[in-house]
């Protein structure tokens, strides 16, 4: 169920997207896999953000769900590239047919490397 309530909530925040990436860097750092499911993409030297959007409707996309998200998603690879170790694609082998719109990636990611900080903190 897709809620735009809660995702507009979200859009006019500065950083929402920070209480997770800090819950998944604790998780690593701690031993733990973290486990995703969805279009998450990790170039090779994939860097820090240079600037973040601003709130909604304040940015130059307004309310255009599709923009935040995509910062968010970046965001969060960003973070992990950083910090885990390996990040795998998980198999799995449905054979069915699935439609584009719920065809992710299921991904999991784990090992710290050290040291391990929040992107953006010294």
Do not use: C
Not at 33 to 42: D, Q, T
Not at 94 to 112: C, K, Q, R, T, W
């Amino acid at each position: 169920m897709h809620r735009w309530d809660l995702i507009k909530e979200r859009m006019s925040q500065r950083d929402p997207e920070e209480p997770v990436i800090k819950q998944v860097m604790v998780a690593l750092k701690a031993g733990h896999r973290v486990w995703m499911a969805g279009n998450l993409k990790f170039p090779p030297g994939l860097k820090p953000m240079e600037s973040k959007l601003e709130p909604a409707p304040l940015s130059r996309y307004g309310w255009n769900e599709n923009a935040y998200e995509t910062a968010w998603l970046s965001d969060l690879a960003r973070a992990i590239n950083t910090a885990a170790k390996k990040v795998e694609r998980v198999p799995l082998n449905y054979e069915g047919p699935i439609s584009e719109h719920e065809n992710a990636d299921f991904l999991v990611a784990s090992g710290a490397l050290q040291p391990l900080t929040m992107p953006g903190t010294k």
